[in-house]
């Protein structure tokens, strides 16, 4: 199986998608599973991950070498960002005519809070505050980045602490309940039939 995953900006975001979403297909009984990051295009950002000629481009360009696309981006606190996915779901598989599948999620709130879940926290942090910061990249992943002592790493730290994820991701989906976790359960039921 062929899965290229769709980030709003692969220079970063690779570091944790890639190991997160390996993990996930493995959970799901799918351990060989190919997985591509999207860089081709760049998509520079939120605003353009949610547009959908930007979106029909990439289907377009890799239909029939990919069996299922992941289009994954953060929340960034905006309560509407599920039905702007939603819509492109469904213009995704008008377009893909079961010729592949076509999911999206959006990372509660940003996706740096995945590597945290896999992270022991300073005591002085609570995960409820983590988990619901809008800005837990700035105000969280970075801090614990420069902690660990990752920051200068391939995409701050993203490398180091994503692959950390991916190997603790039984503890990322159950504090991911809302992101991960629903995405895995839609995985499942679409490439475990």
């Excluded at 998509?43 to 930007?54: D, F, S, T």
């Excluded at 809070?113 to 995960?127: E, F, N, Q, Y």
């Excluded at 993203?158 to 994820?165: C, D, K, M, S």
Aim: glycine share 8%; with cysteine.
């Amino acid at each position: 199986m062929n899965v290229l995953v769709i980030p709003e900006d692969f220079r970063k975001d690779q570091y944790l998608l890639k190991p997160v979403v390996e993990a996930m297909l493995t959970w799901v009984g799918k351990p060989r599973a190919r997985v591509r990051v999207c860089c081709d295009p760049l998509l520079g950002g939120v605003h353009q991950a949610l547009n959908w000629p930007q979106i029909l481009e990439i289907l377009l360009r890799y239909k029939g070498m990919v069996d299922l696309f992941l289009l994954v981006v953060d929340r960034d606190g905006e309560p509407q960002r599920r039905s702007a996915l939603d819509r492109l779901e469904s213009l995704a598989q008008g377009e893909l005519k079961g010729s592949a599948v076509f999911l999206s999620e959006n990372a509660w709130q940003e996706l740096e809070v995945w590597a945290l879940a896999a992270a022991d926290l300073p005591s002085d942090w609570t995960w409820a505050d983590v988990r619901s910061h809008r800005n837990s990249k700035e105000a969280y992943f970075e801090p614990y980045a420069s902690q660990r002592g990752v920051a200068d790493e391939p995409g701050g730290g993203r490398r180091f602490l994503g692959r950390e994820a991916g190997g603790k991701y039984a503890r990322v989906r159950a504090l991911c309940r809302e992101d991960v976790e629903s995405l895995e359960r839609r995985v499942a039921s679409e490439v475990c039939r």
